[in-house]
DNA sequence: TCTATCGTTGACATACGTGTCAAGGTCCAG
DNA sequence: CTGGACCTTGACACGTATGTCAACGATAGA
């Protein structure tokens, strides 16, 4: 397919398909004419380029773990040398610690929506009680 | 304490903490002098931030989400509007999809590591089976 | 054939987080 | 009093992910 099907199809535009390729995340070949032609699986691919991007990766550590990514598994020995085996573990933990810390405070926002849901949905007279401590009110 | 000593308690610079005074994350109050005097709590809160910087929050919603992380946990109504509140409710969904994203793609790093770690440990005779399919090797 | 739509490259622009530097004020130790 | 460590503000610079625009080529439908 051609690169504005792709980009719709994927959610993005065109741009950032050409800058993605810039930054060696996607090759697509080249039609007689110069066109860019994307394979199907290329869909899922940028997506996935997208929420890692979105995560607060950056291209040049996407880059990286794309190729780790292949399914079904296909081992690059090209890709796998001991240092870059090295990064990829601490990248792991780096995005261990995202995960954590995102799921912490998105609770934390999930607990605050509850309580003030709580407190508009029903009036006044209802305990609140399910808090670690009661919630003082702050202008 | 003085903006030294917090960047280096919250393993940043003094530059970036004028920058999140900037963008309104945080607000030591002065000394006579004008040296900004920060809070004990703001250790953890610069902890925070940075954490969610890192998983790819922009500073304008970390500056809205930050009043929901009190604990013990209180309410600012003045912030509770109910668009206010929207964003919350789909910032959080935009996190719970980083999470998925980051998590899935770990897990996937992981299991390409433990492949590699896994051929290069036993030279090659093990059968090296719990895999989908049969790792094809890539120049 | 004309025109609209899509593609190409290249350049410039912007937002954001961050680094760095200059010019100067404060404060403490020697 | 002086030197060094620390603080202030302000400015400029950079990398990265994006938007946007110009100038041009390709393609397909009226």
Do not use: W
């Not at 691919?45 to 780790?68: E, H, M, N, W, Y």
């Amino acid at each position: 397919m051609r690169i504005g099907e792709l980009a719709r199809r994927a959610e993005t535009t065109p741009r950032l398909l050409r800058y993605y390729e810039q930054q060696g995340l996607i090759t697509p070949h080249r039609e007689a004419n110069g066109y860019r032609e994307y394979d199907e699986y290329l869909v899922d691919r940028v997506l996935q380029i997208r929420g890692l991007l979105d995560a607060g990766l950056p291209t040049r550590i996407i880059k990286q773990i794309l190729p780790c990514l292949d399914t079904p598994r296909t081992i690059h020995f090209a890709d796998a040398t001991p240092d870059m085996l090295d990064t990829l573990e601490s990248e792991t933990d780096r995005m261990t610690r995202r995960i954590q810390c995102l799921t912490r405070n998105r609770d934390a926002i999930r607990e605050y929506l509850d309580v003030v849901r709580g407190l508009s949905d029903q009036p006044t007279d209802r305990p609140t009680e399910p808090l670690t401590s009661r919630p003082e009110v702050a202008a």
